[in-house]
């Protein structure tokens, strides 16, 4: 069965960076592309970006240009989000999803929870 | 970027009822529309896409409907299972956008 299973809950410190990951299992990685989204309480859901998991090519919603970075190693069918110069407002639930901007997303990691803090 | 607004923000109905929760985007989104699921400390769950198609093993009782800038999700029957939060989303246009969302209660 088609799975994403992301990394551990992050604890980090305002200036700092963290990277999470995302390691699909279940489906041929290399077919979908992999997206991004962050949901807060506040805010909602916000689209980060997507990867093409094949050639690694990125597309990234403007307001995240700069704060995410997406890498991918098809070696190991796992997808990465880098998100740096941290500050409270980048504290949230981050979920990796199975497919890009031109559809809907049709199965979910279990989120990894960011929290940044003096 | 398209906004996506959902009413009722908050929905309380009885077991068996029909309940409908509509999602209004800024400009025509060509029904490029996903709704999805959320219960507490879960991650969303596909529900529809195509704004009308029902995700594989989602039940019959799920149904989305609408065009333009005005879609619904309907659910017939209403089960205790069926409690959770709701959300809409357009991908029609670069980049999706989500609905605010709609928490389901039992009354």
């Known amino acids: 069965q088609v799975q994403l299973q992301q990394s551990g809950a992050e604890l980090a410190k305002p200036g700092s960076s963290v990277k999470i990951s995302c390691k699909a299992s279940?489906?041929?990685?290399?077919?979908?592309?992999i997206s991004w989204i962050k949901q807060t309480t506040g805010q909602g859901l916000e689209y980060i970006g997507y990867?093409?998991?094949?050639?690694?090519?990125?597309y990234y919603n403007e307001k995240f240009k700069g704060k995410a970075t997406l890498t991918v190693d098809k070696s190991s069918s796992t997808a990465f989000m880098q998100l740096s110069s941290l500050t409270p407002e980048d504290t949230a639930v981050y979920y990796c999803a199975r497919g890009g901007y031109y559809s809907g997303f049709d199965y979910w990691g279990q989120g990894v929870m960011v929290t940044v803090s003096s | 970027d398209i906004q996506m607004t959902q009413s009722p923000a908050s929905l309380s109905a009885s077991l068996g009822e029909t309940v409908t929760i509509e999602c209004r985007a800024s400009e025509d989104i060509y029904n490029g529309l996903a709704w999805y699921q959320q219960k507490p400390g879960k991650s969303p769950q596909l529900l529809i896409y195509n704004a009308n198609s029902l995700h594989t093993g989602v039940p019959s009782r799920f149904s989305g409907s609408g065009s333009g800038t005005q879609y619904s999700l309907k659910i017939n029957s209403l089960q205790s299972e069926d409690v959770a939060s709701y959300f809409c989303?357009?991908?029609?246009?670069?980049?999706?956008?989500f609905g605010g969302g709609t928490k389901l209660e039992l009354k």
């Open positions: 279940g489906y041929t990685f290399t077919s979908y592309d």
């Open positions: 990867i093409n998991t094949g050639s690694g090519g990125t």
């Open positions: 989303q357009q991908y029609y246009n670069y980049p999706p956008t």
